[in-house]
C-alpha cells in the first residue's frame, strides 16, 4: 500500500518561499512509470495541478506557475519537494502530493496524501 504524507510550514508571510516535501512508503518514486505531483485546492475552488515530477526525475510546472515554481526529489529519502517563491494570500489553500500517471488531471491520480494547509497572511 503506497502511503504519501506532506511536510512543511503552514503559515507563511507574503513574499516568502514555500517549501513542501512529500515523503514517500510503500513504493519507490523511480518505479515505472509513475508520475509524482502537487494538487492544491484554494478555499471554495476545486483542484488545481501544480506541477510533476516523473520516475526517471523529468518535471514539468503548470505554465501559470512555472516562473516561481520547482520540483525536485531526493531518491535516497524516497522523497519529492515542491518549491514556491514569491507566495501570495492567493496561494493559500491545502496542498496534496499524489501519485498516478503522467497527466494533468486530478483524476488520473490514485494515491494521495492527506494534504497540509498552507496559510499566506500577513
Known amino acids: 500500500q503506497v502511503q504519501l504524507q506532506e511536510s512543511g510550514p503552514g503559515l507563511l508571510k507574503p513574499s516568502q518561499t514555500l517549501s513542501l516535501t512529500c515523503t514517500v512508503s510503500?513504493?519507490?518514486?523511480?518505479?515505472?512509470?509513475?508520475?509524482w505531483s502537487w494538487i492544491r485546492q484554494p478555499p471554495g475552488k476545486g483542484l488545481e495541478w501544480m506541477g510533476v515530477i516523473t520516475y526517471d526525475g523529468t518535471t514539468f510546472v503548470s505554465p501559470s506557475l512555472k516562473t516561481r515554481t520547482s520540483i525536485s526529489r531526493d531518491t535516497s529519502k524516497n522523497q519529492f519537494s515542491l518549491q514556491m517563491d514569491s507566495v501570495t494570500p492567493e496561494d493559500t489553500g491545502v496542498y496534496y502530493c499524489a501519485r498516478g500517471s503522467f497527466s494533468r488531471s486530478p483524476e488520473n491520480y490514485d494515491y494521495w496524501g492527506q494534504g497540509t494547509q498552507v496559510t499566506v497572511s500577513s
Open positions: 510503500g513504493g519507490s518514486i523511480t518505479t515505472n512509470y509513475y508520475a
